[in-house]
């Protein structure tokens, strides 16, 4: 069975940092590529960034600079760096991993909401 938990998400004030992570079980995730995206209330799912299985990084242009994402195959785990952080990255982020071979083998989590509030 396939599990992707999200966690590291919660309430913190503009300019402050969070740190998420998402650990994956239940796939070989060497060959995944991975990514973090988000969806706001009344908007639409995004990608936020992506970490292909040769760590290749590519970012919503919102994002760039001040997240990074990276991932630790030996504990299978991604994590999603958010700096700087502004009233508007406000969502729910979703863990997703993409089969990189198979790309059809697509699986999300559950979530973790990130609020950015003074």
């Known amino acids: 069975q396939v599990q992707l938990v999200e966690s590291g998400g919660g309430l913190v004030q503009p300019g402050g940092s969070l740190r998420l992570s998402c650990a994956a079980s239940?796939?070989?995730?060497?060959?995944?590529?991975m990514g973090w995206y988000r969806q706001a209330p009344g908007k639409q799912r995004e990608l936020v960034a992506r970490i292909t299985r040769g760590k290749t990084t590519n970012y919503a242009d919102s994002v760039k600079g001040r997240f990074a994402i990276s991932r630790d195959n030996a504990k299978n785990t991604v994590y999603l760096q958010m700096n700087s952080l502004k009233p508007e990255d406000t969502a729910v982020y979703y863990c997703?991993?993409?089969?990189?071979?198979?790309?059809?083998?697509?699986?999300w989590g559950r979530g973790t909401q990130v609020t950015v509030s003074s």
């Open positions: 239940g796939i070989i995730f060497s060959i995944y590529n």
């Open positions: 997703n991993a993409q089969n990189a071979i198979t790309t059809a083998l697509t699986y």
